[in-house]
Nanobody, 120 residues
Framework: QVQLVESGGGLVQPGGSVTLSCLAS????????LSWVRQAPGKGLEWVSS????????SYDDSVKGRFTVSRDNAKNTLFLQMNSLKPEDTAVYYC?????????????RGQGTQVTVSL
């Protein structure tokens, strides 16, 4: 079955950086568009970024554009999210998701999530 395992979160100061990783298994990784979504405290799931199967097309929510970079290594079945210039409003649980950018609802495979907390 599909398994997505995120890692790399933690406590980061405002303006700092962190890189999240997602190791995938159970499906043909290199054939799918993948995404990062996040859930801030008390809020619903929010799409953050997507990358196509070849890794040559990316898209970002306006709130993270210019600060976050999504990438993938299809040889290692791994998805990444480089997060720079972090803000307190980036605090959330970040999930790796097997879904495209435009997707209605929450019925898609995602991992257990990794917490990113941006605070002094």
């Amino acid at each position: 079955q599909v398994q997505l395992v995120e890692s790399g979160g933690g406590l980061v100061q405002p303006g700092g950086s962190v890189t999240l990783s997602c190791l995938a298994s159970g499906f043909d990784f290199g054939s799918y568009t993948l995404s990062w979504v996040r859930q801030a405290p008390g809020k619903g799931l929010e799409w953050v970024s997507s990358i196509n199967s070849d890794g040559d097309r990316t898209s970002y929510d306006d709130s993270v554009k210019g600060r976050f970079t999504v990438s993938r290594d299809n040889a290692k079945n791994t998805l990444f999210l480089q997060m720079n210039s972090l803000k307190p409003e980036d605090t959330a649980v970040y999930y790796c998701a097997k879904r495209p950018k435009y997707y209605s609802g929450t019925n898609y495979a995602r991992g257990q999530g990794t917490q990113v907390t941006v605070s002094l």
